[in-house]
């Protein structure tokens, strides 16, 4: 948009993005267990032992929060790359 011709910047414009992709998503899991949808991924879930039903009822338990973690740990890699 401004211009820029720099391979870096592009580099940490790509990390931002999905950095900013993933905490979109973790916020608005909420929202959509809600409406009895789950856009996490099943393999992360499926690690620690959690299933869809477990968000849609909003269990707390230790594995869905760490789900939650491990995904969240994912956008701050992307964070630290960017730096």
């Known amino acids: 948009i401004l211009g ?4 870096h910047a592009d580099h940490a414009a790509s990390h931002i993005g999905k950095a900013q992709g993933i905490v979109t998503c973790l916020r608005a899991t909420p929202y959509h267990c809600t409406r009895q949808k789950v856009f996490l991924p099943m393999d992360i879930c499926m690690l620690h032992g959690v299933s869809q039903e477990d ?23 992307h964070l630290e790359h960017v730096r």
Do not use: L, P, T
Request: glycine share 4%; net charge positive.
């Open 55 to 77: 968000f849609i009822r909003g269990k707390q338990e230790k594995n869905v929060r760490d789900v939650i973690y491990d995904i969240a740990s994912q956008a701050h890699i």
């Open 4 to 7: 820029v011709k720099d391979i």
